[in-house]
């Protein structure tokens, strides 16, 4: 199977739901018979719901966590996690360009590249090799102008109201 033709996706902004529409186009790709491959920048800090659900739609649905279960921060960056940025970003050009996967999704690699872990360069260079029948799809706030230029399709996430702002905690089932 496969696709004929494969464009680029971005899903940014402030409100929530970019990962969850992310995996929403997993769901329906992997439904269709489509391979999947999810790779997850800075989401170190145990199993989402997301993996669970992987496990059993696997081999047509892999997700690769990556990062640390640590905060990040813009101006007091660790060498370990720009490492382990770097290193997810060699597998992402791996399930981009390796010929297994129909749809492949960057989860939150926009935040890496907005945290310093990674240079909108990176991204750039993945939309350029990646090949003409493969979906790619780019998650996380703070797109930078010329991803958002680079993509053939963009969502922005706009925050109305959270129920954060109430106290509510991630959910199981829900934000994890």
Not at 16 to 30: I, N, P, Y
Not at 38 to 51: L, N, T
Not at 98 to 108: A, K, N, P, R, T
Not at 150 to 156: I, K
């Amino acid at each position: 199977m496969g696709l004929e033709q494969g464009l680029v996706q971005v899903y940014t902004g402030d409100g929530k739901g970019k990962t969850t529409a992310s995996l929403g186009l997993a769901l329906r790709a992997v439904g269709r018979g489509l391979k999947v491959c999810i790779v997850q920048f800075i989401k170190g800090g145990g199993q989402y719901g997301e993996h669970l659900a992987a496990q059993k739609l696997s081999p047509l649905l892999v997700i690769h966590q990556t990062g640390r279960d640590n905060w990040i921060f813009k101006d007091k960056l660790d060498p370990e996690d720009i490492n382990i940025a770097r290193q997810a970003l060699d597998l992402a050009k791996t399930a981009l360009t390796g010929g297994e996967y129909d749809l492949v999704i960057l989860d939150e690699i926009n935040g890496a590249v907005w945290f310093g872990l990674l240079k909108a360069e990176d991204i750039l260079g993945l939309i350029g090799v990646k090949p003409p029948d493969v979906e790619l799809v780019i998650t996380g706030r703070s797109a930078d102008e010329r991803v958002i230029a680079a993509a053939d399709l963009v969502t922005e996430m706009k925050e109305v109201k959270h129920y954060y702002q109430q106290g509510v905690q991630a959910r199981i089932g829900i934000e994890k």
